[in-house]
């Protein structure tokens, strides 16, 4: 188990919602809102999002009480502990990490896709060809060169990343809110036609993606130990950044159906970038929504490598991954090897090229929500196994939160099996998701060879004052 005084208690309430917020943010909402709204339509786009976001706040609801009973670094990890024992926290926490590790490949493939936009000609250096798309040297070294520099900034503290995650989150807010009021003055409510398309699959293609979209909130158990705020004000803040991507999302795909016709959104290369552009009537505009495009790419990688690091953290301290992952820097006071590793598969995601953005998305997607099965279930245990577990935060009197959250992650799981009509593609994103729990297994299989007990944890209230 980890040491209270490991970390450095540096995060403000301020830092904290931002890193959540800019997590959930990203990249996504620039380059695939085009597709949500093909998918379903413009009106089949915002309900799924809502549908996501309804399971995504009761699921925040869930980690927020289970959060400020649990302050320790890795979160779900120690959720899953407490209730079921050592074999569920590792699930738990494989499953997260590779939601996590997914979303910090993501943006790494993201901004070589968005420095294409602004710089179209810039591809030199044919190296191979991935799914139909020419990957190139140049495109590669974009995306390289902003995993270097993403992870050496998160590796020399978590305060810098934090400072970071603020101003960028800032410059996202700004570009995000001058399409969402440009359009709703410059927009047509014609342009909306299709209301709804492609019928119940549509829909359910769509919902797929937001579990990706909004995964982020959950970065803030992870920090637990980082942040210097009452823990009631941390169940607060973390329903907050969940309300405001649900917003976010809602209304940036508002915003681009207003301002791009059905056939302009079909030629359109990057639609929120487009709509932007021809909502104030200029292609300057566009560059300018790409700079808050490229703010989310940053906000949502840097808060990611921290999740994920701490994930890693956790795990080693108990055990379940070597104890390399579990050491802190002596100055910087962060997981320096976890930091490193996570680093280093991201710089070599854009190998893969721009197909990768999607398979990356539906995997880390089904993994995620996997994940948030396991912590409702568990906050509904831990409220029979130990009731008078000290909780800041509680999420109602009964359990319903709990039972709700666990019936919408089940419900999401099924969208992603073999025969629903929003299934994983074969071979690629079943692939990746196969391929890393094959590499789970192996330390999963170890487990009872490295801890000395199965059994559930019990937490008393001494274990964490106020």
Known sequence: M??????????????VIVLAFGAMIGWGWVVLSGDWISKAGSAGAIIAFIIGGIMVTFVGLVYSELTTALPKTGGAHHFAQAAFGKRAAFVVSWSILLGYVSVVAFEAVALPTVI??????YQVGYMWTIAGWDVYFSWVAVGMVGSIIVTWINFIGVKQAAVLQ??????????????????????EVKNMDPLFSGGMAGLMGVMIMTPFMFVGFDVIPQMAE??????????????????????????IILGVSLS??????????????????????????????????????????????????RVMYAMAQDGMLPKWFGQLHPKYKTPKNAILVIGLLATFCPLLGRPALVWLVDAGGLSIVIAYFIVS?????????????????????????????SILSIGFIVLYMPGMPASLIWPYEWVLFGAWWIIGLIFFIRIPKVTSSMKPITITNESFKE
């Open 2 to 15: 980890s040491k209270s005084n490991d970390f450095s208690r540096v995060l403000s309430r301020a830092d």
């Open 116 to 121: 294409e936009y602004i710089f179209p000609h």
């Open 166 to 187: 603020l101003v960028l989150t800032l410059l996202l807010a700004v570009v995000g809110l001058s399409l969402i009021f440009g359009s709703a003055f410059g927009g």
């Open 226 to 251: 980082e942040m210097n705020i009452p823990k009631k004000t941390v169940g607060r803040v973390l329903i907050l950044s969940v309300g405001l991507a649900v917003l976010w999302y809602v209304f």
């Open 260 to 309: 791009l016709s059905e056939g302009q959104l079909k030629l359109a290369s990057l639609p929120t970038a487009d709509a932007m552009g021809a909502v104030f009537g200029s292609a300057l505009f566009s560059k300018i929504l790409i700079l808050g495009g490229i703010a989310g790419i940053l906000t949502s990688w840097n808060a990611f490598i921290i999740g994920g690091s």
């Open 377 to 405: 279930i568990s906050f509904v245990v831990l409220r029979k196994t130990q009731p008078d577990l000290h909780r800041p935060f509680q999420a109602g009197k009964s359990n319903i939160v709990g039972i709700l959250a």
